[in-house]
Each structure stands twice: as C-alpha cells, then as structure tokens.
C-alpha cells in the first residue's frame, strides 16, 4: 500500500511533463499483453516440468490433494 501512496503523492505533484511520462509507461505495460508461449525461458521451465512429471521424477499433486492445501491455509490465514 505504500507504494500506491508513493505514487498518488507524486502524481499530485507532478508537472504535466512527468505525468504525460508515467502515462506512456503504464499505458505501454497495458497494452501490450503477456503472451506465454512466446516466452523461451518459461516455455522451457513448463517443457522441463512436463518432464519431470512424465518420468516420475516430481509426484506432483492430484486436485484432491491440491485443494486440502488451499482449504488448509485459507483456514491457517484466517485465525
């Protein structure tokens, strides 16, 4: 939450110039969506988990025992 402070305190004292800057920016990182399978490096990390998994060599996790997880730490985060 500081940083959303951070920065609606500079926006408020910005000049036109820095805001038109932080505009460009931010309206770039919008509007350019994530495309996953053009990226190498996490194509590569999803084909080396495939492996895994294939080959035995990471168990993994059935949706059963994935769920358990979830419903056991959302009941941890709430005490």
């Known amino acids: 939450m500081t940083i959303r402070r951070e920065l609606h ?5 910005a000049d036109d110039k820095e805001i038109e800057a932080i505009y460009t920016i931010l309206k770039g ?6 495309e996953w399978w ?3 490096e996490f ?5 080396r988990r495939s492996a895994d998994l294939k ?3 990471d168990k993994g ?7 358990t997880r979830l419903r056991d730490k959302l009941k941890r985060d709430e005490q």
Do not use: C, H, Q, W
């Open 38 to 40: 053009n990226d190498d």
């Open 43 to 47: 194509v590569a990390e999803l084909d």
């Open 29 to 34: 990182e919008v509007d350019e969506p994530y």
């Open 9 to 13: 305190e500079y926006i408020e004292t």
């Open 55 to 57: 080959s035995g060599k």
């Open 61 to 67: 996790f059935t949706l059963e025992e994935s769920m």
